[in-house]
């Protein structure tokens, strides 16, 4: 779970997944700004199937920050 | 392949679909909200970049926003389709594509009444087909059919609207940000000049030299209808200037005779500029007729449904091009679309295009009655805009706050404050907190505008802090106000203003501002931050050169902190 959710990251912000950690986050890479943060939240619902409700997405500053709400979906 | 520069003009934030495409230079409107005032303005960044394409993308619920009056919205398709037009004649060396519109039904409402949506969508398609008939460079976009394609709940994303006025899905995105390569492509590579055609169960099904021409399938309707359905495609293709050709392991007689006599048969032996049916193989064919026809072997597509024949020429020809057959030939339509895209592409319109154009022309004079605003000035006037700026009182302290946290393009200090912190600063002697709000004809854009002013030396203001939002941006509203504010300063005994520039990467529009003030001494410049402090004597004159096009209203106590 957590290697396809780096993998999406790495593709949303054209960066190789070598990379990405679980722990990296927005204040770890330039290409990581506000816009890279909507584009990969839209990857992480359309590639899982989950919604991330709105007031929780600037909240997400880490990659594994995702996780649970993979998890709620499984 | 090099690259192309293109614009991308947006009512909406574009610059995830600007992000997408790599294969070329794309820039985009500080500001999106500015697509027209971009256009109209021959000075602006827009034109500044000398781009060899600008796209309007334009969305149409965007468009509609806050408005009801249908005969009021199609005035304002209208102008804005004239200044469109406008610049496309002022730079006939740029090709602007002009997007359709997508009006999806706004609001709840009885069945009985009228969707103007629909009339808004056809005013607008008329509009640009018109000035696309008129107008050599000017080239329409058709958003509206991708999006009836794949469907609005595919391409719109709420959560990305609410998020970052983003009106498209990352799906829509990328189909919009594909198209856009496509057309971008197609300016740097030339496309392919020759299709060559193998016949059995390619052009029909079944084979003439075995089923014979009444066994072979290829009809008006039903399973054969899948075959003349092709036909159709290729003759268009034929229409548009493609060199057609035929390479077929038949008896030519019989092959000959399907052409000629064949009644489904759309393509006739006259639209084929050259033909090889014989049992010889493939690649020696397609190489002798490349020969023939004085082209190259790498501007060949080569279609055949047999994979041998395919991998043949492949290895003899590796210039050609050879797209795999589709296993479905229910899909034969559909893949011929796509060589057609990956291939054929072009922009130009075809010479019966044009001649169509003539008659379109008759009509044009509408345009030409249409707006006749003839400059950026004029078309700022135009917009009848109000400024409202007032010392921020209780009120305003929160929404002031928060444009000193999230605005970073027109922000010289970029200096962030707190709700508290501007309560504070507003209460100390000396300091004021200043907040404006911008009405215009289009509607109230809100308070979207700080600024604040410390006095230092007994007759020095120092401008601490002037941002604005990027909607009201390139109407040299912060020119209007900083004009007021000197000459609020000078009345109460300031003579000097000290304008400090800290650079940022996002703050190029508020460089420019500052690059235009008039009469400033560089007082300290830091190496280490950039950050570079103008002083201005404003005991006689002002450093603002622009003219107004603003209404300035102002509450009279304004400066009243400042002067005490």
């Excluded at chain 1, 619902?45 to 991330?52: C, D, L, Q, R, T």
Aim: net charge negative; with cysteine.
């Amino acid at each position: 779970m957590v290697e396809k959710l780096i993998e999406i990251v790495a593709g949303a912000l054209r960066v190789p997944a070598s990379t990405l950690t679980p722990e990296t986050g927005p204040g770890d890479l330039q290409a990581w700004d506000s816009l890279a943060q909507i584009n990969i939240v839209s990857e992480i619902e359309a590639e899982f199937g989950v919604s991330i409700p709105i007031e929780q997405v600037t909240e997400i500053q880490h990659i594994r920050d995702f996780l649970p709400y993979l998890e709620l979906k499984s | 392949m090099n690259a192309a520069k293109c614009a991308l003009l947006s009512n909406v934030n574009v610059e995830s679909i600007a992000r997408q495409i790599q294969r070329h230079e794309v820039h985009i409107a500080q500001g999106y909200g500015a697509w027209t005032q971009e256009l109209a303005d021959p000075a602006s960044a827009t034109f500044g970049l000398r781009p060899s394409t600008i796209f309007l993308i334009i969305d149409g619920a965007e468009l509609l926003r806050g408005q009801s009056e249908l005969q009021l919205i199609l005035a304002e398709l209208d102008e804005h389709l004239a200044w469109i037009e406008r610049a496309a004649e002022l730079s006939p060396d740029i090709k602007f594509f002009v997007s359709t519109i997508d009006v999806p039904a706004r609001a709840l409402r009885p069945v009985k009444e009228e969707r103007i949506e629909r009339r808004v969508e056809e005013h607008w398609q008329k509009g640009i087909t018109l000035a696309s008939a008129s107008s050599s460079n000017l080239y329409i976009f058709d958003l509206k059919q991708l999006i009836e394609e794949f469907g609005r709940s595919h391409l719109y994303s709420n959560k990305r609207w609410y998020l970052g006025g983003l009106r498209f899905s990352t799906t829509g995105e990328r189909l919009i940000a594909g198209e856009l390569e496509r057309i971008l492509d197609a300016q740097m590579v030339a496309r392919k000049k020759c299709l060559l055609l193998d016949l059995d169960n390619t052009l029909w099904g079944g084979v003439i030299g075995e089923d014979g021409i009444n066994g072979i399938q290829l009809s008006e309707t039903g399973a054969g209808a899948r075959y003349r359905d092709f036909q159709l495609r290729i003759r268009e293709l034929g229409k548009m200037g493609v060199i057609l050709g035929l390479v077929s392991k038949n008896n030519e007689a019989d092959a000959l005779e399907v052409l000629e006599t064949h009644e489904h048969m759309l393509l006739k032996k006259d639209d084929f500029a050259a033909m090889k049916i014989n049992w010889s193989p493939k690649a020696e064919n397609i190489a002798a007729l490349a020969q023939d026809l004085d082209i190259g072997t790498d501007s060949i597509v080569f279609i055949d449904d047999n994979p041998l024949e395919r991998e043949a020429v492949k290895s003899a020809l590796p210039e050609v091009t050879v797209p795999d057959f589709p296993a479905d030939t229910c899909e034969l339509s559909s893949f011929f679309e796509r060589v057609y895209k990956e291939c054929f592409f072009t922009i130009e319109s075809t010479e019966e295009d044009r001649r169509r154009t003539k008659t379109y022309l008759a009509n044009a004079k509408r345009a030409a009655e249409r707006t006749t605003a003839s400059s950026i000035d004029e078309f700022l006037d135009g917009l009848r805009t109000k400024i409202l700026l007032t010392r921020a009182g209780d009120e305003d302290f929160g929404r002031a706050a928060q444009l000193t946290q999230k605005t970073n393009q027109f922000n010289l200090t970029t200096r962030r404050y707190t709700e508290q912190e501007l309560r504070t600063l507003q209460s100390t002697l000396g300091a004021s907190v200043y907040i404006a709000s911008v009405v215009d004809k289009y509607g109230d854009n809100g308070k979207v505008i700080v600024g604040i002013l410390r006095r230092e030396a007994p007759g020095t203001a120092e401008l601490d802090t002037f941002l604005m939002s990027c909607r009201v941006l390139g109407r040299f509203i912060e020119d209007q106000i900083l004009d007021h504010l000197v000459s609020e300063l000078r009345r109460d005994g300031f003579s000097r203003l000290r304008v400090s520039f800290m650079p940022t990467r996002k703050n190029a529009p508020a460089r420019a501002f500052v690059e235009r003030l008039q009469g400033g001494q560089l007082v300290s410049s830091d190496t280490e931050s950039g950050e570079q402090t103008w002083e201005f004597d404003i005991s006689t004159a002002s450093p603002v050169t622009k003219a107004a096009h603003a209404e300035l209203r102002t509450t009279h106590e304004l400066l009243a902190e400042v002067a005490s």
